[in-house]
């Protein structure tokens, strides 16, 4: 999964919890096929730290002084890592809000 599918899960997530527009396509195909939301958030963990492996192996490869690597390449990937890993901790913590004022309700 792409940082641009992750992306747009979560922009199609926030319109149904705000009651917005209908689903994206991608969101629709993964409802209607069953996936649960744990797996959905151990793929998403899973294909962060494949990308931050990613990212440190070029750049381990470019600071060994690997011509063929370059620098705009390992910073990009740096870069998209750790704004895949800043969103996923956004996320984290919105769940993590959102389960405490469940708990805190009265019923």
Do not use: H
């Not at 011509?67 to 990937?77: A, N, Q, Y």
Request: net charge neutral; aromatic share 4%; charged share 20%.
């Amino acid at each position: 999964m792409q940082i641009q599918q992750v992306l747009a899960e979560m922009r199609s997530l926030q319109a149904r919890a705000v009651g917005g527009p209908a689903e994206s396509a991608p969101a629709a195909a993964a409802a209607g096929s069953g996936v649960d939301f744990a797996s959905l958030m151990k793929s998403s963990v899973d294909n962060i730290a494949a990308m931050q492996n990613q990212a440190s192996a070029l750049a381990q490869t470019y600071e060994s002084g690997d011509k063929s690597v370059d620098l705009t390449k390992v910073m990009l990937e740096v870069q998209k890592a750790d704004l895949a890993f800043r969103a996923m901790t956004q996320v984290r913590n919105k769940l993590l809000d959102a389960y405490t004022q469940v708990m805190n309700m009265s019923v």
